[in-house]
């Protein structure tokens, strides 16, 4: 069956665009709460939260283990922090459920996953999270990994979620085989986005973001060398950082061209060597850009 793509480019993102009054104010432009980060993985903590100031929040906060937030508060200047009770060094779980939901509520956007780890009981606080905030949820990486093979528990959330995998993380979701998924991809893609009720943006070549309505849509931009480490945490940050700055539920599609522009200008420079943290140093030049006419 022929899909009907729509073309995720400049032109689009910019009209999905809200202007930014001139008396608004750091409330006002979006408040980002990122749960993530583990031993370990600290990094993606710092980019994801990184990349949603840069996209245009007005605040962003990290919720860290306690034991990690010396480390944060060294590495974010800007991101605020907030230490959690911790399961075991290192690792949040379940008895940081009730202060987590309870934080939330002073949020527009949740964004929970990047390198948060696996350990059994940081599972169960995802489960539970993501059941219970009523806050909007991004869901990334080890988030994602707590529902895999489950995808239709998602249908429980209080809003559509989205969700960011890349296709590996996907086939997990949907308990088949990445060839199962390659074979097929947009066609499952947008079938799993309408039965589960989720907004899907599936990270590939040619990332694709499908919503449970059948719309489909596929990025123009984008190049080889953002097969890198933090890719993926960046565009998370990105639709966080954007969320309440575009109209509708339109920000994973700004957030996947303003990750994908960035991405190329960053390879103008840096070509196949280009890093993570290369995209978010141009995040603000692509807002620039899409302030401009096309």
């Not at 009054?21 to 980002?32: E, F, I, L, Q, S």
């Not at 990994?145 to 996907?170: D, N, S």
């Not at 899907?200 to 849509?217: F, Q």
């Not at 950082?241 to 539920?249: D, H, L, P």
Request: aromatic share 4%; with cysteine; hydrophobic share 45%.
């Amino acid at each position: 069956m022929m899909l009907d793509l729509i073309p995720i480019d400049g032109e689009l993102a910019k009209g999905m665009m809200l202007p930014r009054p001139k008396d608004c104010h750091k409330g006002t432009c979006g408040r980002v709460l990122v749960i993530a980060g583990s031993t370990g993985l600290t990094g993606a903590a710092v980019m994801a939260s990184q990349a949603a100031l840069r996209a245009g929040a007005g605040i962003a906060s990290l919720a860290c283990a306690e034991s990690l937030n010396t480390i944060f508060e060294i590495k974010l200047t800007e991101v605020m922090t907030i230490p959690v009770v911790e399961a075991e060094k290192g690792h949040i779980g379940i008895g940081a459920l009730a202060f987590l939901l309870e934080k939330a509520t002073e949020y527009d956007v949740v964004l929970i996953g990047p390198g948060l780890g696996r350990h059994e009981s940081t599972m169960e606080l995802v489960w539970e999270f993501v059941r219970q905030t009523e806050t909007p949820l991004i869901i990334d990486a080890d988030g994602l990994y707590a529902f895999r093979g489950q995808c239709h528990l998602l249908k429980a959330c209080h809003h559509v979620p989205i969700l960011t995998p890349h296709l590996g993380e996907l086939a997990a979701l949907l308990n088949i085989s990445v060839k199962e998924l390659q074979q097929d991809r947009c066609n499952i893609i947008e079938k799993a986005a309408e039965e589960n009720n989720v907004i899907l943006v599936a990270k590939s070549e040619e990332t694709t973001v499908a919503y449970p309505d059948g719309r489909l849509y596929i990025t123009t931009v984008g190049n080889p060398g953002m097969a890198t480490a933090g890719s993926g945490d960046v565009l998370a940050g990105t639709i966080a950082g954007v969320y309440c700055q575009t109209r509708g539920k339109c920000a994973p599609l700004v957030g996947v061209y303003i990750h994908g522009r960035a991405g190329d200008r960053a390879y103008e420079k840096n070509g196949n060597g280009l890093i993570a943290t290369d995209m978010i140093g141009n995040i603000g030049r692509v807002l620039l850009e899409l302030s401009l006419p096309i």
